[in-house]
T-cell receptor, first 115, second 115 residues
């Protein structure tokens, strides 16, 4: 599985856009990039997933450069309720491999949004 | 639609006792997973079941057994609990096809303390 590196923590203020970057230098050709959010005392929640270029949904955008060695999760106009841990994960798309379906969660990025 | 449910929510065991954590999902997903999360850490995969009738080891399977009872239910058993198994346990489920397998839906967790 591709190893990922994210900042340990970030601070922001309400109304700002937050960008969290994840490095995955040894990403494989068939790997997807997935982001999760976790609030205290809750299970993680899927936010967004992509393979290349840009993906947008009602919650966030995911930017993936052409070399796919990094990705950036963008949260527009954050609020206090966006304070959480954000995980970047990389995993293979091809069934049959020993890593298929096995997500590896690192320590994530603790995002704190201030009033 | 309850999503993923787990029982119990809390449990205290003495060293050497056994117990089974229950998990059920009502989304008709093929794949199910068990994770543990230690304080300040990311989640680690214990076991997963790609489809009904199959189970496979994850990153930290020692000391655990699983049963995929049917498509809806996936249980985790601790045969002889140890203090090192004190953790929060999360169950998750997903579709089984490429891409979707990384969009996992998590339950609320079981907080287990072994004394």
């Amino acid at each position: 599985l591709a190893k990922t590196t994210q900042p340990i923590s970030m601070d922001s203020y309400e109304g700002q856009e937050v960008n969290i970057t994840c490095s995955h230098n040894n990403i494989a050709t068939n790997d997807y990039i997935t982001w999760y959010q976790q609030f205290p005392s809750q299970g993680p929640r899927f936010i967004i997933q992509g393979y290349k270029t840009k993906v947008t949904n009602e919650v966030a955008s995911l930017f993936i450069p052409a070399d796919r060695k990094s990705s950036t999760l963008s949260l527009p106009r954050v609020s206090l309720s966006d304070t959480a841990v954000y995980y970047c994960l990389v995993g293979p798309s091809n069934a049959g491999g020993t890593s298929y379906g096995k997500l590896t969660f690192g320590q994530g990025t603790i995002l704190t949004v201030h009033p | 639609n309850a999503g993923v449910t787990q029982t119990p929510k809390f449990q205290v065991l003495k060293t050497g006792q056994s117990m089974t954590l229950q998990c059920a999902q009502d989304m008709n997903h093929n794949s199910m997973y068990w994770y543990r999360q230690d304080p300040g850490m990311g989640l680690r995969l214990i076991y997963y079941s790609a489809s009904e009738g199959t189970t496979d080891k994850g990153e930290v399977p020692n000391g655990y057994n699983v049963s995929r009872l049917n498509k809806r239910e996936f249980s985790l058993r601790l045969e002889s609990a140890a203090p090192s198994q004190t953790s929060v346990y999360f169950c998750a489920s997903s579709e089984a096809w490429p891409g979707a397998i990384y969009e996992q839906y998590f339950g609320p967790g079981t907080r287990l303390t072994v004394t």
